[in-house]
């Protein structure tokens, strides 16, 4: 059952003592809220240079300073630097099973993705799925993310080991459920408890790395277990909470069958104390307004999830609404039920399911959300997603443009905004040119 961990003490990589990158550098000071106008809420510094020092940011200069001959340089002019992104909501074993057809929701996980996940059970195998899935982050401009593995405990570690190896800043837990799933993928209550207490003293604030209480949704879950979640979340210091909600309305359906005296989806998780401010849900499409109220008072975030809710007919995220109530927002990719690990493509959908409801998302606010926002979402705003002194030297290095049509449309932007817009919209993984997590470049 103790399945040994062969990196856990493994060092983290060193950085470079220093390193001055040169190039466009681009990040969010404050939250832009739904102002296309909000210009002044980003720091934009063309050919200017960024300064890293053990791992952290030291420093930004202007274009017209330079820094000193005893910083080494990479010069990446002419291209895009920005905070690596970070992703909220993403399962690392779905992999296998993004674009898979024709099913909604509940026939999706019964179909395709709970046999996928069955098949980590195998350790070595969960060792190659979890650090491929490390891989692909990185290769797709994503530094950081809150991640879901599986219900075998094996998964985590080697979940977290992978990141460790890379350095990188990574939430996770083991996935828990207790019914309405196949047998293989259930477990029980004391069992599970003893696994999550020995993994949380393993890994919580290791390194970069924090553990998540993961009870996948409250269809699989008994009143038990999610009492069993909270007493974990009240006997740590500093855990993360994730799971989803509201995400479709057969499961809407199913929720008012299995908790009959619920007000509602949320009303499960607050009545249970699951809500805080280091609690992250993913879609919240179907909520109302006392729901929304509800995770505002408590601070938790919704991670929209546009890919994933597109691809499963899920449902449109109302934005507008979630704002009237002064709920935190972020933007998820949520592979395997979305279609790209990569953010900018998470950004485009949700730029498209908002206009569909008549709202509009500015650049400043997606990439607020994928980056600086999603930080303060997960309480890591003093060193993540921003170029400010003492964050993490996350970056990632972006090719403002790809062939011909995107360099014909990107050179057409007569403003910052038109251009940040174009090449957010029409960019993906490709445009990566680069990426540094902790200040060392581990691609490109
Ligand atoms: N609800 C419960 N599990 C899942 C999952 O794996 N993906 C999505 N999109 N929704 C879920
Ligand atoms: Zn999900």
Known sequence: ????????????????????????????????????????????????????????????????????????????????????????????????????FGTGLLEWLERYTFPAEQRWADTRHARVGARRFVRALLAHGTTSALVFPTVHRGSVDALFEAAQEQGMCLLAGKVLM??????????????????????????????????????????????????MCARLLRNFEGLYLQTHVAESQAELR???????????????????????????????????????????AHRSTVAFSPSSNLFLGSGLFDWARADAAGMRVTVASDVGGGTSLCQLRSLADAYKVLALQGQRLSAWR?????????????????????????????????????????????????TLHER????????DERNVAAVYVGGRRVRG
């Open 178 to 227: 207790d019914r309405n799933a196949p047998q293989e993928l259930c477990d029980d209550i004391e069992q599970s408890e003893r696994d999550c207490v020995e993994l949380i003293e393993a890994w919580h604030g290791r390194a970069r790395l924090r553990y998540a209480v993961t009870p996948r949704f409250a269809p699989t879950s008994s009143d038990a277990q999610l009492a």
């Open 366 to 414: 997606a990439l607020h959300a994928v980056t600086r926002g999603a930080a303060a979402a997960l309480d890591l705003e003093d060193e993540l997603g921003h170029f400010g002194p003492g964050a993490w030297g996350d970056v990632v290095v972006w090719n403002w443009a790809v062939g011909e049509v995107q360099a014909h449309r990107v050179g057409l932007a007569r």
């Open 254 to 296: 199913w929720i008012r069958e299995l908790y009959p005296a619920s007000r509602s989806y949320l009303d499960v998780y607050a009545r249970f104390g699951l809500l805080g401010r280091r609690s992250v849900l993913a879609h919240g499409i179907w909520l109302d307004d006392t729901d929304r109220e509800l995770l505002a």
């Open 1 to 100: 059952m103790n399945s040994p961990t062969l990196f856990r003490d493994a060092a983290a990589p060193r950085p470079p003592d220093r390193v001055a990158l040169r190039g466009d550098l681009l990040y969010l000071r404050a939250d832009p809220g739904a102002d296309p106008d909000a210009a002044d809420s980003a720091h934009f510094e063309p050919d200017g240079w960024l300064l890293m020092e053990h791992g952290r940011v030291a420093g930004l200069l202007a274009a017209d300073r330079e820094p000193g001959a005893d910083w080494p340089r990479e010069d990446w002019r002419g291209h895009l630097l920005l905070p690596g992104f970070i992703d909220t909501h993403v399962h690392a074993p779905q992999l296998d099973v993004m674009g898979s």
């Open 420 to 427: 940040l817009f174009a090449w957010m919209t029409l960019a």
